[in-house]
């Protein structure tokens, strides 16, 4: 099987190099491969970004955790097994995708799981957007996913895969508005690169923020309806919980710190790795 004139599927692990690794970030979680840096574009600074990890202490999550709930339909399409590992990857999001609140963008979720995975990744987080909300914290409006991934489509690049993180900042949004604006972002994504693997992750924040999370549940069932992969970061249990988030949060109740992004990028690359499985 091929993915844009790639090579064939293969696995986007390395059992043995990786299980160190696993045993200090994710107890119980499947094998993390350990891939070289990869080398991606922040769409939103315009700058170069190196997908790389930083060390961080053991970060357990409860025992028997998968690391995501991920649609069984969506796991058996052949087009959502094939992320390669050189795979070319455009990953738009809020300010968690920004990295905001860790110490650079390096150090941010999707660029420490885009170097773990092996992706090519164009990073594009722009803080305080989401499926429906458009208006940036630096006040730039038309911002919302839609149009971004749009503007990505114009400039005819070419992905493999596309990740869709968010939602947290569309909590004031009625519930069957959400879902349209995650369906057409699905569908916008599904037609632009038809032979990609479009993946949605879920909104996550710290314990304090909670209440932000109410529109959950209708991501993740407009997500499946569309034929994405949703990845839940609410299951088994919530990956920012009472159990941790003093360690994870930034400190003004919303963002992560450098640990918080890094755990979260190895409970990302768990979910992910289940995909090639």
Same mark, same amino acid.
């Given at each position: ?64 955790? &998968? =690391?995501?709930?991920?649609?069984? #339909?969506? $796991? /058996?399409?052949?087009?959502?097994? @094939?992320?390669?590992? +050189?795979? *070319? ?24 799981? &885009? =170097?773990?995975?092996?992706?090519? #990744?164009? $990073? /594009?987080?722009?803080?305080?957007? @989401?499926?429906?909300? +458009?208006? *940036? ?46 369906? *057409? ?93």
């Amino acid at each position: 099987m091929e993915l844009q004139g790639k090579t064939r599927l293969r696995r986007v692990r390395s059992i043995a190099a990786s299980s160190v690794v696993c045993m200090a970030l994710l107890s119980g979680c499947g094998p993390i491969a350990e891939a070289p840096a990869a080398r991606g574009t922040d769409a939103a600074t315009s700058s170069p970004t190196e997908a790389a990890r930083p060390p961080v202490g053991p970060t357990s999550p409860p025992a028997g955790s &998968a =690391g995501g709930v991920l649609d069984e #339909a969506a $796991i /058996d399409s052949p087009d959502h097994r @094939g992320i390669l590992q +050189d795979a *070319a990857a455009l990953i738009i999001g809020d300010s968690f995708t920004e990295a905001f609140g860790a110490s650079s963008p390096g150090a941010g979720w999707a660029s420490i799981a &885009a =170097g773990t995975l092996g992706w090519h #990744a164009t $990073i /594009d987080g722009v803080g305080g957007t @989401g499926f429906t909300k +458009d208006l *940036a914290t630096d006040g730039r409006a038309g911002l919302d996913f839609g149009p971004r991934l749009e503007a990505h489509a114009r400039n005819d690049e070419r992905y493999d895969v596309i990740v869709l993180q968010g939602g947290l900042n569309d909590w004031a949004v009625d519930s069957s508005v959400e879902s349209a604006r995650v369906h *057409a972002a699905i569908e916008t994504a599904q037609r632009e690169w038809p032979s990609a693997a479009v993946i949605v992750f879920g909104p996550t924040a710290p314990t304090a923020s909670d209440h932000n999370l109410r529109n959950l549940e209708t991501i993740r069932t407009a997500a499946i309806a569309s034929g994405a992969v949703f990845i839940d970061p609410s299951e088994p249990r919530p990956w920012i919980n009472a159990g941790n988030t003093d360690r994870f949060d930034v400190g003004d109740g919303l963002h992560l710190n450098d640990a918080g992004y890094a755990y979260l990028a190895a409970r990302f690359v768990s979910a992910i790795e289940a995909l090639t499985r």
